[in-house]
């Protein structure tokens, strides 16, 4: 018998159960991690064909289930300038994850290498990291047997946030060029962030302190380190209280019931982790899983709740880097636009076209469509209203900030501001540390608090539903997500029944990760909208 393919005889390793078929989807692979260790295996082969086809340039490749639960686990693959993975690969993806054979995968990764005219004499490179789900450390060594088995060159970076991943891999392919993004390591990226903030921050000094939730992630011990390069509270610098930051039991992670932590915790309960011990207008944060999701929220003096969510964030970026650019002197160079899903609750909406008086554009969920619409503008405001997302700068718009010669003091200190908050805001991707970091630098700036930055406008009173149906497949949309167009009729119904309502506003979805149907719902009193939803789900069931 000739001697086995070796791509084939390490796959014999992590074989593929066979009653399963898996999907590249929104997030890329996710499940219980017990099924993940082929799909792990088959993403290595995946990312060194994406490396060999890009001539040898850096692919990403995260270990991560982000905000779901602790024995869940996932893979995704990172672009070399830190985007995600190209969406014609996720196809290939798929495919590699569901051969049926060890035989049938070495068929499949030859037939990619034929048809895409791929040079197999070019060294792949290829980086990982992981978070911190006891799940990691067995799915990198499924990880590295690929990268091995492909001829390979890797580098593991052991536990990182997800965002920190896609710093680094941009970092890599860009070093030596003009468009050097830092240094391709954790220290630079959290000297990148600090020489930032510390440059935003000029003479201003932060009042009161920010409590995160760090949803017992990753997240937490790479905050900690963040604040060793911050400048101190005894030199005016922002006081960070880190909560919810146990990794030892792994367990505990984004644990909804006994811990109480995470930012789905936060969106779902409508309160504060009980740790959090959140006084009366103090500022509060929870990150997820992997740390690329932010949500702030606070409690009114009257105990009230409010949750600013990534709406706001979005809403406070814009009003802030739109009233910069024109403080600098660059307000008609800089075209500044926000995109959202059909999630945005359409009072911010309404606010960033009428009060801010900027650009929207709707995307389907999924940061990969927002941030593709977002790289249309010169700076492009991205946020889902989960807390995902980040503010792009243009190639353009960078050169207009960096060439610009101030023509008083005032345009001279927006435009210090601005520059700072280039290099602050993570232009790869969404990061909740970087997010924060932000948002303390436009609230200290603006002299505001939470509640400053909630009056700014009122949501509009919604409801969110998850529906259970035979399948979800049959649920097509078109107009970003915002309209059915399968199964016939459903799309007239559910307009007939918006129009009942004052300011009714209904979608419904199938979901990308869950084997559901969402059901979105928006009107004038939180009774109308309960009551829509409902209607609504009705129709889909
Ligand atoms: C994934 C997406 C997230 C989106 C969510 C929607 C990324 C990195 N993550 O987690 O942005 O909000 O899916 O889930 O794109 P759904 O399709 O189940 O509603
Ligand atoms: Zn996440």
Redesign the pocket.
């Known amino acids: 018998m000739a001697s086995q393919h070796p791509i084939a005889a390490a796959s014999a390793k992590f074989p593929k159960p066979a009653d399963r078929t898996f999907q590249y989807?929104?997030?890329g692979f996710r499940m219980k991690a017990a099924i993940l260790d082929s799909v792990v295996y088959r993403a290595g082969l995946l990312a060194a064909l994406r490396s060999r086809k890009l001539n040898g340039q850096i692919i990403g490749v995260m270990i991560t289930a982000?905000?779901n639960p602790p024995d869940d686990n996932g893979v995704?693959l990172v672009d070399p300038m830190g985007e995600?993975l190209e969406g014609t690969w996720e196809a290939y993806a798929t495919i590699l994850a569901n051969a049926p054979s060890d035989q049938a995968l070495v068929e499949a990764y030859d037939k990619f290498t034929l048809d895409m005219k791929i040079d197999s004499a070019i060294k792949p490179r290829v980086i990982f990291a992981r978070d911190t789900r006891a799940s990691g450390p067995r799915l990198v060594t499924a990880l590295v047997a690929a990268l091995e088995a492909s001829g390979t060159e890797y580098t593991d970076y052991k536990l990182l946030t997800t965002p920190q991943l896609h710093y680094i891999t941009r970092c890599l392919n860009t070093k030596g060029t003009t468009y050097e993004y830092g240094e391709p390591n954790e220290q630079g990226y959290y000297e990148k962030l600090s020489a930032a903030f510390r440059a935003a921050m000029g003479t201003k000094k932060f009042n009161g302190s920010v409590t995160v939730d760090c949803a017992n992630g990753v997240g937490g011990p790479k905050l900690r380190e963040l604040i060793k390069y911050l400048p101190s509270p005894t030199e005016g610098g922002l006081e960070i209280k880190v909560v919810n930051d146990d990794v030892v039991e792994p367990e505990r992670l984004n644990h909804q019931i006994s811990y109480q932590c995470g930012a789905d915790f936060v969106k779902t309960n409508q309160r504060a982790p009980p740790s959090s011990h959140s006084t009366p207008l103090a500022r509060c944060a929870s990150l997820d899983g992997d740390a690329?999701r932010i949500m702030y929220y606070f409690v009114d003096s009257d105990n009230s709740f409010h949750l600013l969510d990534g709406d706001r964030i979005a809403t406070l970026a814009a009003l802030y880097i739109g009233d910069l650019a024109r403080n600098a002197g660059l307000g008609e160079k800089l075209k500044v636009g926000v995109v959202q899903?059909a999630y945005a609750n359409g009072a911010s909406t309404a606010y960033i076209t009428q009060d801010l008086k900027l650009p929207v554009v709707c995307t389907p969920?999924?940061?990969?469509h927002l941030h593709h619409a977002a790289t249309k503008f010169d700076v492009g405001v991205y946020f889902?209203a989960?807390g995902?997302g980040t503010v792009l700068f243009s190639d353009v718009a960078l050169k207009r900030i960096n060439k610009y010669e101030p023509q008083s003091p005032a345009q001279s200190s927006a435009l210090d501001v601005l520059r700072a908050l280039t290099a602050l805001i993570n232009q790869t991707?969404g990061d909740a540390l970087s997010d924060l970091l932000l948002v303390e630098i436009i609230l200290a700036h603006k002299s505001w608090g939470p509640k400053e930055w909630d009056l700014t406008y009122t949501d509009l009173p919604n409801r969110l539903g998850r529906i259970e149906v035979a399948d979800r497949n049959i649920f097509k949309t078109t107009d970003a997500e915002r309209k059915l167009e399968s199964p016939p009729g459903v799309q007239v119904q559910i307009d007939a029944l918006v129009g009942k309502y004052k300011n009714g506003r209904s979608f419904a979805?199938?979901?990308?990760?869950?084997d559901?149907v969402?059901v979105y719902a928006e009107a004038a009193t939180k009774g109308e909208a309960d009551e829509l939803a409902a209607k609504v789900a009705d129709v889909v069931k």
């Open positions: 989807g929104t997030a982000s905000h995704k995600m690329d899903t969920t999924g940061v990969k889902e989960n995902h991707v979805r199938a979901s990308g990760t869950e559901a969402r």
